[in-house]
């Protein structure tokens, strides 16, 4: 019975049959990565509230996307364990995310319970695999002994920043970034300046300082949860689809499953699981911030924002041609994606902008002007180094929308 339940949840996360993502079909498991929106959400939540210090934890630890856990048993196994056989402990279930060989002590699992951290707003630990009440662990319905140490990874928002450099180097995009800030972690040294309400100048060009001390809490709160959203995860997206490239260039088929997995990852992080099947106003990531601006640009058609249907054609595309091992042909799709996940960034600019500029000016429409600025300037420095400055000196912290005459 356990073996046909083992083979029941094994095809049902590695099937063909999975829910539709705004549409797109993932041909892996993304349900974990999807989740990384509710982390964004919780940050939200806290930041509104003013609990500055809940969401500093909830975004450099993470609490709803889960990685692989790693359970470490007090003893060797006695037998070779398969991938993807049914892993129990009490109410806690999971499946094999790696074989686990004899005289091993390592089980590697995904978890398909409800394990939500401690971090989160709705901390729910009663699925967490335990390693402190002695309950052994099953495989496929036999015990293979009890854990003495449960270590439960999860996705962080501060992770796709802070590991950026060793993830992403040598890719364009980041290194663009990068240089123009002149660290690699310059979304998550703009964040946590915002949320310690602090000045961060290490490492970090003269004319971008990250000036927040003395900053009401509106303008840190709308920094550190747009550059949240708009810097890393936005570049992380593209990591992915960077990361789907060199998978299929190298002829990979098991580096991340498959190449279309990292691809599908990139979709997910674009999404967030609050969209559902078919988009939600409850969103929290790229996709929705396109359908705010379309409003606002009268850029929507049929009920969605042109930016969004384009995306998601050129990500089907994308994965048809990975599916077909055609590697040449996906690069100019990826620079096409990264092209429309640009325009609502310059969208959010030019409405700040023109917000701030016609003597609106409240902190939290400034900070909105410095967050938007901020996810693009990069690219448009890369264009004109000198319309770069000058919408710097108008828009950025401290800036003066009289600063020059092209204010």
Known sequence: MHAVLSLYLLV????????LIVGYQPNSDVSEHLK???????????????????ASDIYVN???SMKTAKIEMNGNLHRNLAKGALVEQGAATGTLAAKAATGGTTLKVGITSKCVGGFAQDTDTSGCFKWSDG???????????????????YRTLAGFSVEAESKMKGQEMFEMYKAYYGAADYADKFIKAALKGEDETKRLK????????????IFRNECAKKGSAYWSVWMYVIREMEDAVADCNIGCQFCNDAPVHAWDEALAFYAGSLEGESGDVSGKLLYRLAEKRCKNYKTCEGGISKVNTNILKKFKEGRQKLDQGKCAEIEPIKKEIINLMSIPLIQGT???????ARGGGSPKEKAEGVAFLGSIIPRLDSCSPQDAKIALQHMWIDGDMKATDNG
């Open 135 to 153: 309950v052994p662990v099953k495989v496929d319905g036999e015990e293979v002994g009890t854990p003495f140490y449960v270590n439960l990874r």
């Open 36 to 54: 990384l929106d509710l982390d964004q959400r919780d940050f939200e939540d806290f930041l509104n509230k003013g609990d500055f210090k809940s």
């Open 206 to 217: 003269s004319n971008v300082p990250m000036t927040f001390l003395g900053k009401e809490e």
């Open 62 to 64: 993470g609490g709803n």
């Open 350 to 356: 030019l409405r700040y902008a023109y917000k701030i």
């Open 12 to 19: 049902f996360v590695t099937g063909a049959e999975r829910d």
